[in-house]
């Protein structure tokens, strides 16, 4: 019995010593935190408005060649623009480049009929010169796909907390649904917490802040309602880091450079896009920015200061400087800068 009774006690003590008193607790919460701050690869979700701009599918091609060589993993695409053809791009593009199990989302209830520039939406039915279809396909239905803010709450709610980087270089508006949405099987927390607690910095394409040719820009003229929730209700603890359009406006990649650079074949979905299409429309590399941020860093960049941003109802971008703002945009360089980038862009479209 007394043996037992040692036993016990030991075992007691034992597991008291091994129980850190409540005011410790509290006192190393700050370092808890960072002892489990994310330290892995950017995990990623792009959110497009593919089958307008060329510069989408230029972004999305890099997107594929980060992660082939670990710099990055592709969570998923979202696409922000009604219909299932575009779905269907964005099939087309992540099977092509082997990518086919990237899951897709589509938006139901999105912008009414936006403008469009360059219209290949029919990509996904190009023929070859025997009349077979020229790409490959990995999905058969895209009436089953979820919406894009399902699958958003989907993928953040299975990833560690503040590891998730969103490039954002379409229309706000499956982004507005996502923040606007309750708890459900995949997360108990609404959609502004979901993006608290998951989120790491959001890399969006977007705004006019300086001098520049349309001093409103499309992205958020298109759907402002959309752009005024998601500046409202982002929340103010997670970063944006805007790239705006007077800053890509610079990067002219020229419709016969694309088409020389991909010299080995013609059934290649961006090289197949300059062909048929009218591509010389004004389009500059905006949209692949966003990617060398998330990927890459802030190091290729100077941005502004922190502060706030509020999108009025034509869709102008106001940016009220803070020392606790949570956005942050990049700043316009020199043509040194431009042709770099540029040449960082046609180098990744080379690759085979």
């Not at 300086?210 to 500046?231: C, K, L, M, R």
């Not at 419709?255 to 299409?277: G, L």
């Not at 109802?313 to 990049?330: A, Q």
């Amino acid at each position: 019995m007394n043996k037992i009774k040692k036993w016990m006690l030991a075992a007691i003590l034992t597991i008291c010593g091994t129980i850190t008193p409540l005011t410790s607790f509290s006192n190393d919460d700050n370092q808890k935190e960072q002892q489990h701050e994310y330290t892995g690869v950017p995990l990623i979700i792009m959110d497009t408005d593919i089958g307008s701009s060329t510069d989408d599918l230029l972004a999305m091609m890099m997107l594929y060649r980060y992660q082939e060589r670990d710099k990055c993993r592709l969570l998923g695409i979202v696409v922000d623009r009604e219909g299932e053809d575009y779905a269907a791009c964005a099939d087309v593009m992540n099977t092509y480049y082997g990518h086919d199990d990237v899951p897709i989302g589509l938006i139901r209830n999105g912008i009414k009929n936006p403008a469009v520039w360059i219209d290949y939406r029919a990509l996904p039915t190009h023929a070859d010169s025997d009349g077979q279809q020229m790409f490959r396909r990995s999905l058969t239905d895209y009436s089953a796909l979820p919406d894009g803010w399902q699958l958003y709450r989907q993928l953040l709610a299975a990833q560690p907390d503040g590891s998730v980087s969103i490039v954002s270089t379409g229309f706000v508006t499956c982004l507005a649904q996502l923040l606007q949405s309750a708890p459900d099987d995949y997360s108990p927390l609404n959609g502004v917490e979901l993006v608290r607690r998951k989120v790491k910095c959001i890399y969006l394409m977007g705004g006019v802040f300086g001098d520049a040719i349309e001093p409103i820009e499309y992205n958020f003229a298109q759907g402002v309602s959309s752009a005024q929730t998601f500046f409202q209700l982002w929340p103010d603890d997670v970063d944006v880091i805007m790239s705006p359009g007077e800053v890509g406006d610079g990067i002219d990649y020229r419709p016969e450079q694309v088409i020389a650079d991909i010299d080995w074949t013609d059934a290649h979905p961006i090289k197949q896009v300059y062909m048929k299409y009218d591509c010389d429309t004004g389009q500059r590399m905006w949209d692949p920015l966003t990617v060398f941020n998330a990927v890459e860093g802030d190091s290729l960049f100077v941005l502004s200061p922190r502060g706030n941003v509020t999108v009025s109802d034509k869709g102008e971008t106001f940016f009220t400087p803070s020392p606790t703002g949570n956005v942050r945009y990049h700043l316009p360089r020199d043509a040194t800068w431009n042709a770099d980038m540029l040449e960082r862009i046609r180098t990744f479209n080379k690759m085979r």
